[in-house]
């Protein structure tokens, strides 16, 4: 493939185009049960150009996790920057991790990253994956309570232990989500997240965000 040009763009959609059908086909099936030849339908490829693409399975499954996780963080980039407060900003976070959009989704791209944990400890290409993915989830919420001390909005504790238990609190509360469990819905993860993040950091909690979108989505 060029490197410049149409040819070099087209290359690129079209590796989108197949990222976003893997993520619809595993979602739908499971990573188990998803082949390189369901996504070469999803697309109107054939199963040769994915193989070229992403030449396993596995990888598949980790660059559509990557690619998932990239727009979920663009978004979130785009839309702390019009909120002032760190407070703020923390509750956007737990919204958008929480909390369905404005759009209709038919299944939860939660389910994607059940069958990364689920490959992680046997795969240690997967579980590098999954150990980059936790490293860039953790320094967002620290950085929000860095600013958010900085400021005088929050309480003196210990950041990276705050950090730990609430990045640890959201991807548990996400395994419900994911197993649609009735007892534990969107909104009481959210109240549940809030709760704890207001009483350990000393702040108001204010009313959910309007649009908010679970990361993966």
């Not at 619809?24 to 697309?43: K, L, M, P, S």
């Not at 040769?48 to 963080?73: C, G, H, M, N, P």
């Not at 490959?119 to 860039?136: Q, Y």
């Amino acid at each position: 493939m060029r490197e410049n040009g149409g040819g070099s763009r087209d290359a690129g959609e079209r590796r989108e185009q197949m990222l976003r059908a893997a993520l619809d086909v595993i979602v739908e099936r499971g990573y188990a049960d998803t082949r390189i030849a369901d996504v070469a339908e999803h697309t109107g490829t054939s199963p040769a150009l994915v193989i070229y693409y992403f030449k396993t399975r596995d990888q598949l499954l980790t660059e559509a996790i990557r690619y998932s996780e990239d727009t979920w963080y663009a978004e979130y980039v785009q839309r702390i920057e019009q909120i002032p407060t760190a407070a703020g900003r923390l509750a956007e976070l737990i919204a958008m991790n929480c909390l369905p959009g404005t759009d209709p989704e038919p299944n939860s791209y939660w389910l994607l990253w059940l069958d990364l944990w689920a490959l992680s400890p046997r795969n240690a290409g997967v579980a590098a994956v999954r150990a980059k993915s936790d490293e860039r989830w953790r320094e967002t919420i620290r950085s929000i309570v860095l600013s958010g001390q900085e400021a005088g909005e929050f309480a003196p504790v210990d950041a990276d232990d705050f950090t730990i238990t609430l990045s640890a609190l959201l991807d548990g509360l996400a395994v419900q989500i994911a197993l649609e469990d009735p007892a534990v819905p969107p909104q009481r993860t959210y109240d549940l997240a809030m709760r704890f993040a207001s009483g350990q950091l000393g702040f108001d909690a204010k009313p959910v965000p309007k649009r908010a979108r679970k990361r993966g989505s």
